[in-house]
């Protein structure tokens, strides 16, 4: 037995349940980072064919805007998706699970690439449901 600053330092073994909490606790605050997550874009951003740099004017158009862990749809069936997970697989692609409830629908997932293909363009590639090429709007 140690004597520090007053205290008594007690050198007994550490119990198993004391141990498990020990666990319990570390895992928790490892995985925290994780219920974080957010989207690796921000922004509006607007379906396009066009290839041309540079954002576009958004004002009469499918808006989908990026914010924190929400991704919005003005013209989509799901108003509101959050995101689940971000995983990276390349040095500008993602693969990305949103989670949304609409309706009878709760906490239903879609799974998907995010490819930024530069400054003011982005691919999401659902499957099934194809590619949706958008850019940046202004």
């Not at 550490?14 to 141990?19: L, T, W």
């Not at 925290?32 to 997550?37: D, H, I, V, Y």
């Not at 004002?59 to 069936?77: A, C, P, Y």
Request: aromatic share 8%; glycine share 10%; charged share 20%.
């Amino acid at each position: 037995m140690f004597d520090f600053a007053g205290f008594a330092a007690d050198l007994r073994p550490v119990k198993p349940i004391q141990m498990l909490i020990l666990a319990a606790m570390l895992l928790i605050a490892l995985s925290a980072p994780g219920f974080a997550a957010g989207y690796p874009i921000t922004g509006n951003w607007s379906q396009s064919t066009g290839s041309e740099k540079g954002a576009v004017d958004c004002s009469k158009l499918r808006v989908i805007e990026f914010k924190g862990d929400q991704r919005t749809d003005s013209k989509g069936g799901v108003p509101v998706y959050r995101v689940r997970s971000v995983s990276p697989t390349g040095p500008s692609s993602f693969s990305v699970v949103d989670e949304f409830t609409t309706g009878p629908i709760n906490k239903a997932r879609l799974s998907y690439t995010l490819n930024q293909v530069g400054a003011d363009h982005v691919e999401i590639n659902t499957k099934p449901g194809g590619m949706l090429k958008l850019q940046r709007c202004e």
